[in-house]
């Protein structure tokens, strides 16, 4: 694949270069990193990461723009990222070669962070073969696309465009079904505050600041 790393600027989704693009290395995810209360953190405690005797193997479903991924692999999960979106992906590629060309995060993450492109509903559909067989995840992750937010409060201008780019993710339930039925101990949706669960037989949520986790428990 081409990536614009090969080149000096980073791939951007929207109609003008910067409109949005995937910087791990600098910026927001770089703070994140090192100021994100590690894994306190609400998102590292809906995988279970806070607890886990052994490292942690994530499925990402809905890998997007790479920032939840990127800060599991961070604090120590392996982590399979997917996405169906080929101009979504493309941002993601090139995003992962910049950090990878950084010898600070290349340490870091130490192969544990990998992206793919496909339907992640393809690929739950068999749990014997295939790549996510193959990849053996302990930990489902979904955060498909919130409902709009009510006119007052606006997204910001790089959500919007994201949101022009990628829809509505309207089969976020058939998804969810997928991955449940795949047979992992645990499934994780990030939903905004406001909404409700995706589905019902939440185990438990686990609440940050505009959004909660809804962690689906395999029964033992
Ligand atoms: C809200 S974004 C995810 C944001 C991501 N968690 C992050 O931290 O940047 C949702 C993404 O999931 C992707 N997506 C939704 N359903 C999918 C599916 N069934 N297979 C693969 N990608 C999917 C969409 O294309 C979109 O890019």
Aim: charged share 25%; proline share 4%.
């Amino acid at each position: 694949m081409t990536s614009s790393s090969e080149h000096d600027k980073p791939v951007s989704l929207g109609a003008s270069a910067g409109d949005v693009v995937i910087d791990f290395v600098n910026g927001k995810l770089d703070y994140r990193r090192k100021f994100g209360g590690g894994k306190n953190q609400a998102l590292s405690k809906a995988v279970g990461l806070h607890k886990a005797k052994q490292p942690l193997r994530v499925f990402d479903a809905t890998a997007g723009l790479g920032r939840d991924s990127f800060v599991l692999a961070c604090l120590g999960a392996t982590v399979l990222g997917c996405e169906r979106h080929p101009q979504v992906f493309s941002a993601l590629h090139d995003g992962l070669q910049r950090a990878l060309a950084d010898a600070e995060l290349q340490e870091l993450l130490d192969g544990r962070l990998s992206f793919i492109k496909c339907d992640a509903i393809e690929l739950l559909s068999d749990s014997t073969r295939g790549l996510v067989a193959e990849f053996r995840p302990n930990v489902i992750y979904l955060d498909p696309m919130h409902p709009p937010q009510k006119k007052t409060a606006l997204a910001k201008k790089d959500m919007r465009i994201f949101r022009e780019i990628v829809g509505s993710d309207a089969d976020q339930c058939a998804l969810l079904e997928a991955a449940l039925d795949f047979g992992v101990s645990r499934v994780v949706v990030k939903r905004p505050s406001h909404a409700g669960p995706l589905r019902d037989a939440v185990s438990h949520s686990i609440k940050g600041k505009t959004t909660r986790f809804d962690v689906y428990m395999a029964q033992s």
